[in-house]
């Protein structure tokens, strides 16, 4: 599911918050966290290794993470999968920083501008200025670790996450709302049972007079769950065909559990972003065998550009969504911070404290998982300036590359085999020395199709157009630095 940027939505402002190190492996600044205000919660009295035994007496469960790292949440989110008692209902609660992520089975190269993620993104001055008052305010607990590039004024970076389930792609910032539920994959599992459990939240008569009095517009706002099993809003007077998407679905499904996690779009400072970040400048260009995303229009249930404000609207949509799940599976129990509502920390991810949580995020933040989960795929530049680029890889290793005339004379042929090394998609140093490079046979011309050798053909003296090479370095720019 890709996003479109609805034509009427309000400018985009973000605030930078602050930093806290996190001790699971040594990363650059953008990578670290930092935590985020819970609600009505406390750190758990039993340990989470207990975690099996503990969801087999204490069902239902709520947990709240306080990291931004979406490494960090969607690791705990995995774990909490595979460790929870078959017969337990859990509810998670998380927001990352500024990220994309893409599903399982998609191909990073479609689904979004990695070069703009890279990049970073930038926050208007008015925003920057704000965040520094409210720092002063509140305190800095940075530790000294930068927030951000600052070979840039005020840019933001962006991480790209491939997560564990399918689905499309989605964007995350500060103003969207993860949860994920886990129940028994049983015969009476619903997709759109839980999305329709958000909607009952967002519509609740509680819910609608707190943000009612901040943001009167939320007073004739409806919301629905599509055929998509997306969440899409609309206002009364708004085009009764017109409505936007606000949240979006995965699902993973395993032996005896079942996982819903969604995003939810409250308050996103970056909202008139999301439609660039994940426009693909190879998006003609690549044909892959991989899920696509559908492109959507999105939309904000609410807007502010104050930090204490988002923070309050987060947590009273995050209530009336408890207050629904434990309405669906509480049976009359009570809410209890500490036993069965419990609070985690970046640190509960740390190697000394969970080795297998430290280990899905190291594994999240690899370029073998990013990358070489691709499926196959071609890539075909078309003729630019004379000249067209082709090639096939497979899980993010390059197989086999051509370079061709217009008249679709063969200039250059290379497979896997003549690159002396594996070449991964997301480490190409230069894109100018991979097509014009290489061993084999003399000049192609010379040479009919019929008796031309599988080996390489690199003629010498090619002067490949720098347009071509600009527009392959566009779609495929060198991840790691």
Not at 163 to 188: A, E
Not at 314 to 332: H, K, P, V
Request: with cysteine; aromatic share 6%; proline share 6%.
């Amino acid at each position: 599911m890709r996003a479109a940027l609805s034509p009427n939505l309000t400018p985009s402002r973000w605030i930078r918050l602050r930093l806290s190190h996190s001790p699971t492996a040594p990363l650059p600044a953008y990578h670290a966290s930092r935590s985020l205000t819970s609600v009505r919660s406390s750190h758990a009295s039993w340990k989470l290794q207990d975690l099996s035994r503990v969801s087999q007496d204490t069902t239902p469960l709520v947990f709240h993470s306080t990291s931004d790292n979406p490494y960090h949440n969607l690791a705990l989110e995995h774990y909490l999968l595979t460790h929870l008692h078959s017969d337990s209902r859990v509810l998670l609660f998380y927001t990352n920083r500024p990220c994309v992520v893409i599903g399982r089975n998609q191909n990073p190269w479609l689904e979004t501008d990695l070069r703009r993620l890279r990049e970073g993104l930038l926050a208007p001055q008015e925003e920057a200025e704000r965040e520094e008052a409210a720092s002063e305010t509140m305190g800095s607990q940075h530790h000294g670790l930068p927030t951000t590039d600052t070979t840039r004024p005020h840019s933001t970076a962006i991480s790209l996450v491939r997560r564990r389930s399918g689905g499309g792609t989605v964007f995350h910032d500060s103003g969207n709302l993860n949860y994920s539920v886990i129940v028994p994959n049983s015969k009476s599992f619903k997709r759109s049972t839980h999305a329709e459990m958000v909607v009952r939240a967002l519509s609740s008569a509680k819910l609608k007079l707190q943000l009612t009095t901040v943001f009167p517009h939320y007073e004739g706002l409806e919301v629905k769950v599509n055929d998509r099993n997306d969440i899409v809003m609309r206002h009364q007077n708004d085009d009764p065909s017109q409505w936007l998407k606000v949240s979006g679905s995965a699902y993973k499904l395993t032996r005896g559990r079942a996982l819903h996690h969604g995003t939810l779009l409250y308050s996103s400072p970056y909202i008139d972003k999301i439609s660039e970040l994940l426009r693909s400048p190879g998006r003609d260009f690549i044909h892959a065998k991989g899920v696509e995303s559908v492109r959507s229009k999105v939309a904000n249930l609410v807007w502010t550009p104050d930090i204490r404000q988002r923070h309050e609207v987060r947590t009273q949509i995050t209530e009336a969504i408890i207050d629904e799940f434990w309405n669906m599976y509480g049976a009359g129990q009570t809410r209890q911070p500490g036993m069965n509502e419990i609070t985690i920390g970046h640190l509960d991810c740390a190697a000394d404290r969970n080795p297998e949580v430290a280990a899905g995020v190291a594994e999240l933040m690899s370029d073998a998982w990013r990358f070489e989960q691709t499926p196959r795929f071609d890539f075909s530049s078309g003729v630019l300036d004379g000249m067209s680029v082709g090639f096939q890889a497979s899980h993010g290793v390059l197989e086999h590359l051509t370079l061709k005339r217009s008249d679709g004379a063969l200039l250059v042929q290379k497979q896997n085999d003549d690159f002396g090394q594996a070449v991964k998609l997301s480490d190409v140093k230069s894109w100018r020395d991979l097509v014009q490079s290489g061993q084999g046979p003399g000049d192609s011309r010379d040479q009919s199709p019929a008796v031309r050798p599988a080996a390489s053909i690199a003629p010498r003296n090619i002067n490949v157009p720098d347009s071509l090479i600009r527009m392959v370095e566009a779609i495929f720019p060198r991840w790691r630095t």
